[in-house]
């Protein structure tokens, strides 16, 4: 078993991956949940981002966890915003 820890997706992600990498862990879940607004250029640019921090900490992402929706949600309620980050 590959023990990960989960790291946001955020303006602070190298950092916190350097973090993890100080704190001796070789694996993480990248948590896509606090990710930059879909219409944000650096949306798209996050892959290479991501692959790039990795690869400089020699880090190895084990799981996502994409972008879900607020556990205070209806269900009856369709919230474009957040269908649109879901989906994207």
């Not at 950092?15 to 250029?41: L, T």
């Not at 900490?57 to 980050?85: C, G, M, N, W």
């Amino acid at each position: 078993m590959k023990k990960a820890i989960q790291i946001s997706y955020d303006k602070n992600f190298e950092k916190k991956c350097e973090f993890a990498y100080e704190a001796g862990f070789r694996h993480i879940s990248v948590n896509f949940n606090d990710m930059p607004n879909p219409e944000d250029a650096t949306y798209d640019k996050a892959p290479e981002y991501i692959s790039a921090i990795l690869e400089k900490y020699d880090l190895e992402a084990v799981q996502t966890h994409l972008f879900y929706y607020y556990p205070l949600s209806s269900a009856d309620k369709i919230e474009e915003d957040l269908e649109h980050r879901v989906l994207r």
